[in-house]
């Protein structure tokens, strides 16, 4: 079955993803006729080396978004993973000719259509007296033993690129440039790695991959690479595709030694997630780092894709002071990153926190058996709400994403690692305050900062006082700010509609001889009916708000939870 893309039709795709950026990109312009993009200032490149570039579509951002002042002038775009028309180039040639500039300079992937089309479109306009020079990059790494086709171009043309516009900006000419980035070529290997494969825009995957397997060593046309691997951890993975690039026993190494100093490239192949991407990146600066490898630079995000494959590529060139000014020149590129001219390596990372406040001693702390109380209500809370983990997911997946159970199981297990550090205070409204902490710290989603709004308002009242109607009010208070910033009332399917339920029966402990029992069984029974009635209530805030009624036909899994932990601590004052 071929994929699904979001594509007008199949043969215009090429060119609508190159119009699209032009059309959103004043610097850039179509060369009519052609699929062709170049820089909207042409005539400002009078007397200084046009830099052209290009190759199939679906690479991108590569080739187009590296147009700008200070890298590209151009580039041609062949249809998807194909070679661009000897036509078109020799046409984008010809217009950057007759701009005014003083030669033009071809950087080529090494792929076989892309140096025999970019190359006759080379001797052609050489033919007519325009002074062209090509430069061919193959920076792949996969390979140990090298093949008569040479190394594959891969994401180190994008480091070429920079360099000669940089070059180019500065004035330097066509020879000079070209044996300068040829020299550079040399310095650099990159290597790919991938989940599964791509697909073209009507047809199928090029490749298919098992559950447990990754191909290592791939292009950037969806073919195969030199051999498959188990899937194991980020770490492992990086270390593998380093330990490969960087054996000298391979010949496309790349030649990194402890005190090498590298500009690292993490690249996106196209479809996998920003999260990866930053775990990949600090999998890879960890490693080498460990191996006495100095990063001057780190360029992190998506620079050439191989349409939507959820893989990565690393790519090492290895630089001294004068080619990092290259590489920090100023572009106008709108694919080029905003990279810091300062080195990754011997940064400071971590900024001390700031020291928590110093607490004030609370008048109304009452010793030892208050604080073992606490503590025996703090676990059965614990394990009340472990054991409903699995319950919870699965009345929260009909929401969406199903972690409810997980959430609060992950703050029931920071609460137990807190109690082992020892005794909690014995005053309500330092347990409070120190609840809200840990929860807004270790159990992260919006219940996470509900229940840490919930326990920080309630604290205050019981500041001053811990009688029963302090406690009342502490419920009161906690209610009103969930309410204040969660935007949830009762009666809008939440974990509100339980607490409420229970707070207005608590509202009897301020009335003089309330029994603290009898009030508190009272409130649990309704938040445990308000619980239950959550199923017959149409979600009107959180993420259940945006499904439909119809779907919702299990109660809240937040209110479920808010009534148990209501119940867990009836239990433990009861006996």
Known sequence: MT????????????DDALAGLVACNPNLQLLQGHRVALRSDLDSLKGRVALLSGGGSGHEPAHAGF????????????????SPAVGSI?????????????GTLLIVKNYTGDRLNFGLAREQARAEGIPVEMVVIGDDSAFTVLKKAGRRGLCGTVLIHKVAGALAEAGVGLEEITKRVNVVAQAMGTLGVSLSSCSVPGSKPTFELSADEVELGLGIH??????????????????????????????????????????????????????????????????????????ARALVGTFMSALEMPGISLTLLLVDEPLLKLI???????????????????????????????EALDSTAVGGSAS?????????????????????????????????????????????????????????????????????????????????????????????????????????????????????????RTMLDSLWAAGQELQAWKSPGADLLQVLTKAVKSAEAAAEATKN?????????????ARLEQPDPGAVAAAAILRAILEVLQS
């Not at 994929?3 to 090429?14: E, Q, T, W």
């Not at 002042?69 to 041609?76: A, N, Q």
């Not at 106008?332 to 971590?350: C, F, L, Q, Y």
């Open 3 to 14: 994929s699904k893309k979001l594509v007008n039709s199949v043969a215009g795709c090429a």
């Open 67 to 82: 147009i700008g002042k200070g890298m590209l002038t151009g580039v041609i775009a062949g249809a998807v993973f194909t």
């Open 90 to 102: 020799l046409a984008a040639i010809r217009a950057v000719a007759q701009a005014g500039t003083v």
């Open 222 to 295: 969806g073919e195969a690479g030199v051999r498959r691997i188990k899937m194991a951890t980020a770490d492992e993975i990086v270390k593998l595709m380093l330990d490969h690039m960087t054996d000298t026993t391979n010949a496309s190494h790349v030649p990194v030694q402890p005190g090498s100093s590298v500009v690292m490239m993490v690249n996106n192949l196209g479809g996998l997630s920003f999260l990866e991407l930053g775990i990949i990146a600090d999998a890879a600066v960890r490693s080498l780092e460990g191996r006495g490898v100095k990063i």
């Open 328 to 358: 920090d020149a100023e572009t106008t590129a709108v694919a080029w990153p905003n990279v810091a001219a300062v080195s990754i390596t011997g940064r400071k990372r971590n900024r001390v926190a700031p020291a928590e406040p110093q």
């Open 372 to 492: 073992k109380r606490m503590a025996l209500v703090l676990e059965r809370v614990c394990s009340t709400l472990l054991g409903l983990e699995e319950h919870l997911n699965a009345l929260d997946r009909a929401a969406g994403d199903g972690d409810c159970g997980t959430t609060h199981s992950r703050a029931a297990r920071a609460i137990r690692e807190w109690l082992k550090e020892g005794p909690p205070p014995a005053s309500p409204a330092q347990l409070l305050s120190k609840l809200s902490v840990l929860l807004l710290e270790k159990m992260g989603g919006s219940s996470g900062a509900l229940y840490g709004l919930f326990l920080t308002a309630a604290a205050q009242p019981l500041k001053v006082k811990t009688s029963l109607p302090a406690w009342s009010a502490a419920m009161d208070a906690g209610l009103e700010a969930m309410q204040k910033y969660g935007k949830a009332a009762p009666g809008d």
């Open 537 to 549: 209530m149409e979600a009107g805030a959180g993420r259940a708000s945006y499904i439909s009624s």
